[in-house]
T-cell receptor, first 112, second 112 residues
Framework: GDSVTQMEGPVTLSEEAFLTINCTYT??????LFWYVQYPGEGLQLLLK?????DKGSNKGFEATYRKETTSFHLEKGSVQVSDSAVYFC???????????FGKGTRLSVIA | GAGVSQSPSNKVTEKGKDVELRCDPI?????LYWYRQRLGQGLEFLIY????????KSGLPSDRFSAERTGESVSTLTIQRTQQEDSAVYLC??????????FGSGTRLTVV
């Protein structure tokens, strides 16, 4: 079945460091890909998405590119801030309104 | 409402009791999803409603779990004869077409 694999955390970075959180997926067909973020004490929020190969999703300085050839959707940010500390979830949606399949999440801690 | 509302936000129950968790989706969202998030784990799909179609119950872990949805509005997730392993955060999300989910803040269930 469809699945998402994320790098295990926790990831601890200093402020202004470069961030990469790896995400790879297994799916039949052409899923849509998402990154969700869960800040401490809050619900999950959509961070960015991409619906087809080579699409780049971006938001709040974060970027991820849908790579069909490597079945990947790695999350990157050039300069992290303390306020980026959260748990990040990679997810895929096989088609339309079908349920999202989530990775296990990666906890990011950014220290000043 | 403006967002997905879940109630109660916290629920402590004794082992063996039944519990009901409620979700009010965003008005006009045709799809509604329930997920479970155990401590330190990813999101586990439970059940999915799409309009008036029969729900996708493929993620329900046992017959103690059931859910209903009235039209395209409120949904109730019921857990009968709760067990300690049911302790988790139960998340509801709604969506319209392929624009990603909007999650509620969740119900934290603790079975003692």
């Amino acid at each position: 079945g469809d699945s998402v694999t994320q790098m295990e955390g926790p990831v601890t970075l200093s402020e202004e460091a470069f961030l990469t959180i790896n995400c790879t997926y297994t799916a039949t067909g052409y899923p849509s890909l998402f990154w969700y973020v869960q800040y401490p004490g809050e619900g999950l929020q959509l961070l960015l998405k991409a619906t087809k190969a080579d699409d780049k999703g971006s938001n709040k300085g974060f970027e991820a590119t849908y790579r069909k050839e490597t079945t990947s959707f790695h999350l990157e940010k050039g300069s992290v801030q303390v306020s980026d500390s959260a748990v990040y979830f990679c997810a895929l949606q096989p088609t339309g309104n079908t349920p999202l399949v989530f990775g296990k999440g990666t906890r990011l801690s950014v220290i000043a | 409402g403006a967002g997905v509302s879940q109630s109660p936000s916290n629920k402590v129950t004794e082992k063996g009791k039944d519990v009901e968790l409620r979700c009010d989706p965003i008005s006009g969202h045709t799809a509604l999803y329930w997920y479970r998030q155990r401590l330190g784990q990813g999101l586990e799909f439970l059940i999915y409603f799409q309009g008036n179609s029969a729900p996708d119950k493929s993620g329900l872990p046992s017959d103690r779990f059931s859910a209903e949805r009235t039209g395209e509005s409120v949904s109730t997730l019921t857990i009968q004869r709760t067990q300690q392993e049911d302790s988790a955060v139960y998340l509801c999300a709604s969506s319209f077409s392929n624009y990603g989910y909007t999650f509620g803040s969740g119900t934290r269930l603790t079975v003692v």
